[in-house]
């Protein structure tokens, strides 16, 4: 069956430290992965997309890989804030399947001063 | 300001009843999406429209129903034929396909089932 798993579904990490959140894919052919992050009781708000043929993207204080050989993406913030504890979700999209985009379930990160 | 916005942000439905959420945007983004979330689940696609007048199911539409009759306006009824209703809808928007753009979502609509 087909399956996005992010890691934990809760990751606390302290103030300054890097977050780095996963994402793995099973039985998907991905064209592009996208990353959202979703505030409580709001809609999420789209970070960054990287592409198949890709391995990197930045934006900023965040970073994201994209590795189809391990089925993986992971998303990272550096220099973490309080400001950045929120729910991150991955998105995948194929090349079939004209608009849909697949989401995984979220891992909330908890920044501690 | 460009943006998506959904309305009402908190829906009670009795059963047996249809209701309709809105959704409208002023992006001028052609494609137009319903999602729906559940607890511990990810986001599910509804329905999706990418021109005027045409729309296609995604994984989860029975017992809703949309239109498409603005480009701005991409309606979502959840019929008394959905068994389940009660979760947080979200409606979305972009330019074209993922593979070049982010989507943009609205605040969401809380509906509950009394």
């Known amino acids: 069956s087909q399956k996005i798993e992010q890691n934990s579904e809760a990751l606390n990490i302290q103030e300054g430290k890097t977050a780095t959140l996963t994402c793995n894919y099973t039985n998907y052919s991905p064209a592009y992965l996208q990353w959202y992050r979703q505030d409580p009781g709001r809609g999420p708000v789209f970070l960054l997309l990287?592409?198949?043929?890709?391995k990197e993207k930045r934006k900023e204080r965040l970073k994201v890989t994209f590795d189809t050989t391990l089925k993986q993406s992971l998303f990272h913030i550096t220099a973490s804030q309080p400001a950045d504890s929120a729910t991150y979700l991955c998105a995948l999209g194929e090349w079939t399947g004209a608009n849909n985009l697949f989401f995984g379930t979220g891992t909330r990160l908890t920044v501690i001063p | 300001d460009g943006g998506i916005t959904q309305s009402p942000k908190y829906l009670f439905r009795k059963e047996g009843q249809n209701v309709t959420l809105s959704c409208e945007q002023n992006l001028n983004h052609d494609a137009m999406y319903w999602y729906r979330q559940d607890p511990g689940q990810g986001l599910r696609l509804i329905y999706y429209s990418q021109i005027v007048n045409d729309f296609q199911k995604g994984d989860i539409a029975e017992g809703y129903s949309v239109s498409r009759e603005k480009k701005e306006s991409f309606p979502l009824t959840v019929t008394s034929a959905q068994k389940n209703p009660t979760a947080f809808y979200l409606c979305a928007s972009s330019m074209q396909d993922g593979f070049n753009y982010g989507y943009t979502f609205g605040s969401g609509t809380r509906l509950t089932v009394v």
């Open positions: 990287i592409r198949e043929n890709e």
